[in-house]
């Protein structure tokens, strides 16, 4: 794949003229995460040096307990990752912030089912019951079940919480016949010895999660040059932890260490996030208009929002063509420079 070489000459001048970090500007990020092999961007350009090429130190703002909206609206970070449904919701009430980027383009949640089981749709668990992890885990179940024409009437629903014994000893034995939860949760239930596949209804599958928002007023403001510069560096390190499983494996495992104590699951972890980084097409953070209308239209039609909204007034592709201003071959002979230094 070849993108624009603007990238290419960015990174020769930062080679000649190595930042230091009096020169890097800083920029505030919220995520649901921290330096986790589930970022596996953040993890991959700081290794090999992207983001400082753009001028940019990272600092991540961990959220607690409030809604990430709110350290937008109170311009405590310069960006925050949002689930589509806080988005909108959010433009509704008035705050209007910005989609710019589209950080995976898949849903992180799933509705598992032991593999062999004979189910081939979620349709065909009416009449049993569904374990869920949480309590946060319900509304992607009640949609689910909507999409394949059931109700909650037609199953019942049991909260199992995050025991990775009991979710996985919950299913082998029958006690649900399915479970929702995030690909933590499909990793933790693997690491007992079940083998599941994924039954949430194909439409929901592509509902982007985790998407870069700012304040539509940064938009062209001071700090739009750092904005630029952050996304142009988290493109290439998605592209560059896609070129080669084994590189970007050594990052993970040296980053985070925690997720890679069984490096089997590790690897599953991996390449689950991979695929949730993985653009549909070339374009990196691509803001998939038709995808979102129809996220919009059901939460209009489950009762989230009282009528959708049009994606244009959440979405902005200000940043989406410098952010893919890069050099694949480029980032490919980085990557293939960077293990023969490391591995």
Do not use: C
């Not at 703002?61 to 937008?72: I, N, Q, R, S, Y």
């Not at 082998?172 to 399915?178: C, D, L, N, P």
């Not at 592509?206 to 700090?223: K, L, Q, W, Y």
């Amino acid at each position: 794949m070849k993108y624009a070489t603007f990238g290419a000459i960015t990174a020769v001048m930062a080679s000649a003229l190595p930042a230091t970090a009096q020169d890097l500007t800083e920029i505030t990020v919220l995520t649901p995460l921290p330096r986790h092999t589930a970022w596996y961007p953040l993890i991959v350009g700081e290794a090999l040096g992207y983001f400082a090429e753009e001028g940019v130190s990272v600092t991540l703002v961990d959220g607690g307990d409030l809604p990430a909206t709110a350290f937008l609206e109170n311009g405590q970070v310069d960006m925050a990752s949002l689930d589509p449904s806080e988005v909108v919701i959010a433009s509704v009430r008035g705050f209007d912030f910005d989609v710019v980027y589209e950080v995976m383009h898949g849903a992180v949640e799933g509705i598992f089912v032991l593999e062999d089981n004979p189910a081939t749709s979620l349709s065909d668990l009416g009449g049993t019951t569904i374990g869920i992890v949480g309590e946060s885990d319900r509304g992607l179940l009640l949609a689910a079940l909507g999409h394949a024409g059931l109700s909650e009437d037609d199953v019942t629903i049991a909260v199992l919480g995050e025991s990775a014994p009991l979710l996985a000893n919950s299913l082998s034995t029958g006690q649900v016949s399915g479970l929702v939860g995030a690909i933590s949760d499909f990793v933790a239930i693997t690491s007992q010895g079940i083998t599941t596949k994924n039954l949430l209804p194909p439409e929901m599958s592509e509902s982007p999660a985790n998407n870069f928002a700012v304040r539509a007023d940064a938009v062209g403001g001071d700090r739009d040059e750092v904005i630029q510069g952050f996304l142009r560096a988290w493109a290439k390190s998605g592209y560059a932890g896609l070129v080669d499983l084994d590189a970007t494996r050594a990052m993970a495992m040296e980053a985070d260490p925690e997720n890679w104590i069984n490096e089997e699951l590790g690897t599953i972890f991996l390449t689950a996030a991979q695929d949730l980084h993985r653009p549909d097409g070339e374009v990196f953070g691509d803001l998939r208009t038709d995808i979102w209308t129809g996220v919009i239209a059901e939460m209009a039609a489950v009762g989230m929002i009282d009528e959708p909204i049009d994606p244009s007034e959440v979405l902005n592709r200000a940043y989406i063509d410098g952010a893919n201003d890069f050099d694949g071959a480029e980032i490919e002979a980085e990557v293939a420079e960077w293990k023969a230094a490391n591995m």
